[in-house]
């Protein structure tokens, strides 16, 4: 099954240990998998207070995407899923006919209700907050991890 995801980050990383991690993950995936982060800029918009935030973040993600592109929000009201169940969540995306599967982290204050109604898939990493920066990361290696189950890669467990 060829994948191709895109990480959409609000805000840049600009810290160098976790570009590296996530620079080791995105190395590990074959040409089946073609997985990439992009970063939109919205750290400009961090000023603002924390309503308009979340609006602007909301409408500069929206206006990034493509039709072709089926959008998964990450966000603390998502789904949260075990490994297995991040696995089939690809599967039914893949399914129902994704060209591009696009995972959005948002900046600190989320995303719009708006947005959220909008989605057909949301997706929690964990409970806890997390900065997004960790966030990405975590993200990848999730996405490695179910690539290293779908290809016999003794890495999960």
Known sequence: ????IQITALCKTKDSSFLALEQEYLKRF???WKVGVRELGGEKFLKH???EQCRYHSELLQKSLDPSQTLILLDEGGKEHTTQ???QLLRIVSRE?????VFAIGGPQG???ELKRSVQHSLS???MTMPYQLARVVLIEQLYRVYALQNHIPYHR
């Open 85 to 87: 169940g991040f696995q």
């Open 111 to 113: 995303w719009s209700d």
């Open 49 to 51: 207070s924390p309503s």
């Open 1 to 4: 099954m060829f994948v191709e």
């Open 97 to 101: 006919g994704a060209q591009r599967m």
């Open 30 to 32: 074959s040409s089946s």
């Open 125 to 127: 990493l964990s409970k």
